[in-house]
């Protein structure tokens, strides 16, 4: 390997990094008078320059096309593991040439029924393109840029409409993950911040895209209490999954996310590593996991977390979920990133752009003495420093804050 190739993914990262460091600038440096259409605008044009590049460090559109495939062509995509395939005649070309790339072909599909639908709709725009599906996604980023644009200055809203996370997660890689915010978010926004019915099927379908928006459970408690809307919300999270289990048996995305949940371990903080050292694997799980839910009932007594001037925190509770996770991909951060609008905090647009480290992964870099999926000890280092700085300085503000008012 000559100099070239060992500095190539480190430079790949650095420019990355560097982007998105530029990108937060420029929307918190947005002067104040920015009309709303200006930062739309600037939105669209971002989606569309990423919409023009292809997935960078990725390989799990490769999944998102083989299940709209087999939910196309079987009616489901749960069940049968991609490797079943492997030696299938019946498998076009294309796919079969997608087949070849696809990561963990012996896990079933961990994703849930409205991602499912999401992928077969892609299929159904262009068979086997993933530039469909990114569209798809870039569409629903722009709808909540739309909403927020309603609610909030636009200075606010520019951090969220030009977030880098955004470009390379949602317009360039085709992460989906946008959606569970696009439900939460857009649900509470459509019910002008009295949510009761529309809120919970939004979030029973949240729920159905990624199983992590459960974490936002709690907010409907303090919404709302009446017996009606848990069932709604409940029927809102099984719905998506007949037409699934109509065509496919009893088969469902727990097998594959059995696996996830006990067998992956990919860039998780150092409470979690801290908690693994201690307890070990199933014990850091099940003590991590009743702190989050800890956080949840503290935040159920909080009547403060419905300000009437803001989201719910989502970002709160979608942060607790990745503090005590074993595996934290950077674009997990979407799913509550919109609720950190117009709130004057720094660690969620710092995370946005720290967690671009999380790509300095052996096979990115081509380090033969690193795993190919094992983050670099030097940029997690940094990563995680980053984020626990901005973290302590939004500590010290609000400690600082509350203190002058008393």
Known sequence: MDFTDRFAGWSAIAVLVLASAAMLAGAALCPAETKRSRVFLIAAAIAAIGLCGRPLF?????????????????????????????????????????????????VPTIYGPVLEGGFYLGYLVAP????????????????????????????????FAWNPLLLKETYLSGHPDILVAVLLCGGWLLACRKPGMRFAWTLGLAAATKIAALAAGPLLLLAERRLRVFAAAGAAFLIPYAPFLLAGGIASDGAGLSVFAQRWLFNPSPLYLAANAVLGGEGARLALGLAGAALALWLLCRRSALDTQTLPPFHLLFGAVLLVSPVVNGWYLLWGLPAAVGRRLVWPWIASAALMLSYARGEVLEAAWLDPFALHPAAYAVEWSAIALALAWDGWRAWRSTSAGR
């Open 58 to 106: 990725e390989d799990d559109h490769y999944r998102y096309l083989w299940d709209g495939y087999r939910t196309a062509t079987a009616g489901s995509p749960y069940g049968a593991a991609p490797e079943r395939f492997e030696f299938d005649d019946s498998v076009p070309e294309r796919f079969r040439g997608i087949l070849d790339f696809v990561n963990n072909p012996e």
């Open 128 to 159: 086997g393109h993933e530039r469909a599906l990114r569209l798809i996604w870039a569409l629903a980023a722009l709808a909540m840029t739309g909403m927020l644009l309603r609610h909030f200055s636009a200075r606010d809203v520019a951090l």
